[in-house]
């Protein structure tokens, strides 16, 4: 008996190590070309570039697609941010999911609307709408109340009665700095076309000072939970997306702020209702048309801060987000595993779905795994003990080395936090994130898993507190 354990103790040790070892591979080959990328941004003229972005005529007029549900604590300050955009062309569509709260009667009485009439194509099937209203004041702003369908139920309803070619969907709870339209239709602008969709670069807001729609002053949450999610979102956007971006493989987009083409995006089907993961099931299905009908399109990622979403401050509500998601990622790699190893979909089904089944979906219960494994081996001593060692050593390479290289890079070439002691702070922070915030995570994931092959759906509430209430959002 002693002989089987000892060897299933060796073959798990052995496997943990390779996969980690792989894992930390694939991250430093991204960091190299996110450094490299954003040592190229860095160079840049961004006013230059963005006065150029305003003022050219070849611009393409968009319009941005606001679902809300519930959203009364910070809806009021998003709808300002999108009315500040310095973009030359855009109409904005609130479309109200059936809240149950005062969202309606704050954005009618906010901005001055009265209740009108307007047409829409018919192109995606929705919920039945309720009301339309249109803005005295700001003739391009317009809430449409619909009975409750979900938010890709929502977006559906906004492509329906959307009038531009080209549009921008962005989360209730999201702030906008004046630039972030320009620089994230760049791509799109520059390629003439040639450009299917855009995801922009997110950042938390808690701990920001907002005021009318506008973050004017930039500081670090006095909470542990919020600066570890900084540090997580520093080492996903800036790391990852980068680096699969700038070669077409990009499989996530944030729905939080993205840009598409509508005509493609109807063509595929719009967004999924049926999935807890719209956002990534969306690009998903895109690369999958791009594919099988040979366009010539891309799908990018701009890596400058352009949008502040408000992140969960407490573990209740974190749980049920971070399980949302990972169930959802599960569900999209589902629905068409038939593009993996697919050599019809290029390095999408030969390298983008193989990385997102290894590393992203299955990597959770292979790392709890080797959580467990580390401290069982720690209790058996002799070659178990040196096993534990490595792996630690592992485990803290790639959770928090990592986090430390992001932390910095963003220091370098954005500078969202300029005080250096904010800085500081959050690579202190980083470097206890494998002993209490990883843990929970690779938890948490599990049970998206769980949920996932259960067939459970459950969306979650996330519970907002206010992007302009000075203090409670620290």
Sequence with gaps: MSTVIHHLMLFFGELIFVYMSFVIIVYSVMLIFALLELRKNYRLNKQRVDENTISAQYARPVSLIVPVHNEEAGVIDSVHSLLNLRYPQTEILIINDGSIDNTVNLVVQQFQ?????????AELTTMPIRAIYQSVIHPQLWLIDKENGGKADALNTGINFSKYPYFCSVDGDSILDEHSLSRVMKPINDSNG??????GNIRIVNGLEVQFGTVKRTSLSDRALVVMQIIEYLRAFLMGRIALSKWNLILIISGAFSVFSKKLVIEAGGYNRDTIGEDMELVVKLHRLIREQSLKQRIEFVPDPVCWT???QTLGILRKQRRRWHQG???SLWSHKRMTLNPKYGMIGMFSFPYFWLVECIGPLIELGGYIYVIVAFFMGDI???FAIMLSLLFILYGSLFSV???LLEAWSLNTYPRRRDVLRMMLLSLTEVVWYK???LVWRLEGMIHFLLRRR???NMERIGLSKKGLVK
Aim: aromatic residues 10%; hydrophobic residues 40%; charged residues 25%.
């Design 194 to 199: 040639k450009v299917a969709a855009v995801g």
């Design 310 to 312: 408000e992140a969960p």
């Design 113 to 121: 609307m009265r209740e009108v009439e307007r047409s829409a194509q």
């Design 439 to 441: 843990p929970l995570t």
């Design 384 to 386: 178990y003990y040196e």
């Design 329 to 331: 990622l599960i569900e």
């Design 405 to 407: 290289a992001s932390i």
């Design 458 to 460: 459950s969306w979650g």
